[in-house]
Structure formats: structure tokens, C-alpha cells
């Protein structure tokens, strides 16, 4: 019985907490930001994490609530770490920007957390770890090459430009112009100026 009343009160938690969330989002949606922000941050208290993440936004865009990055980033953490992708992405780009200089740990976790994020299908951390694999102190550019041309799948003007850019100069992958104009076109005709540029 004791079991039972447990797994009805998580039940219970997890649908309040959902209902917050929604009638939170549809807060946002009229303009109502106060509200959506005290539905989010309810339901983020019980640990729901869509609610952390979008508590995460509130603070981050100053919606409802004070400005604060360091709070956005701290529910973008616990978003993050139940697994929520896009927390994950937002709260390694946080650590990478924000972070004091040869700060490893930092920096390895940001990693880390754009890697889970690019693996759940996250276009921008997939372009976001493309351009950091290629540019790094020390490039590796098959990896890089990898995640731009995940997103460049997704539809990423830019990643598709970039992934031009290795085929052109021969960057984790043996140079082809053939390709390198292919990626040109596509990336140019989804509205891409660099793309254009490079094609002339």
C-alpha cells in the first residue's frame, strides 16, 4: 500500500508539473510573462525539466523577471542534467563564454554536454561543435567535419557553407572543388552570402 501511495504521489507531482508548464507556455503565447514565469519556475521546483529550461529562458531573455545569467544557467544545468538537449546546448555555450580562462573542467563538461545535445539531434549544437572541432587550439577536423555535416542535414545554411569550405581546402576530408561548389549551391541557395561570395 505504502508502494502504492508513492508511486501515486509522484504520479500527482509529474502532472502538476506539466500543467504548470503548459499553462505557463500559453502565458508566454498572451504576452503574460509574470504568470509564465511563476508556472515555469513551480513546476521547475518539483523538478520537471522542460520548466527548468524554460525558467532557463525567463532569465536568460528577462521575461517575467529580472535579466541574470548565472540564474538561467543554473537551470539550464538541472535541465541539462535530466537529459533536456537544448539545455544541454544553452548551458555549454554558457560555460564556454562565460567561464574564467584554463578553466578545463569547465570546459571538458561544455564539451560533453554539446556532444549529448548534438547526438539528440540538436542542430545548433551540431554546428556549434563543427565550428569548435575546427577551430580549436588543437583542430580536429574529421570531427568536426562530422558535426557540420550533421548540420548541414538538419537544414544549417552556414554548417552546409563550412562543410564547403573542408571540401575546398581539403580540411578532414581529400580536397574536392566539385563537392566543395555542390555544398556552395545549396548553402547559397538557402540564402547563405558567404556561400554566394565563395561560388564567384
Known sequence: LE??????QQIFRIDISIALNILGIESMRAGHYRIAYTCFKLAADRGYSKAQFNVGLCYEHGRGTE?????AAFYYYHAASNCHP???YRYARYLLHHRPENE???HQKAVTFLEQAAVAGI???QAYLGVF???GLQPKEKRGLKYLLL????GDAQSRYHVGVCFEKGLGVQQNLAEAMKHYRQSAAAGNRNARERLR
Open 104 to 106: 578545463w573542467d569547465r
Open 123 to 125: 542542430t545548433e549544437a
Open 86 to 88: 537544448m539545455a544541454q
Open 133 to 135: 572541432y575546427m577551430r
Open 151 to 154: 548540420a548541414a542535414k538538419n
Open 3 to 8: 508502494e502504492a501511495a508513492f508511486q501515486l
Open 67 to 71: 535579466k541574470d545569467l548565472e540564474k
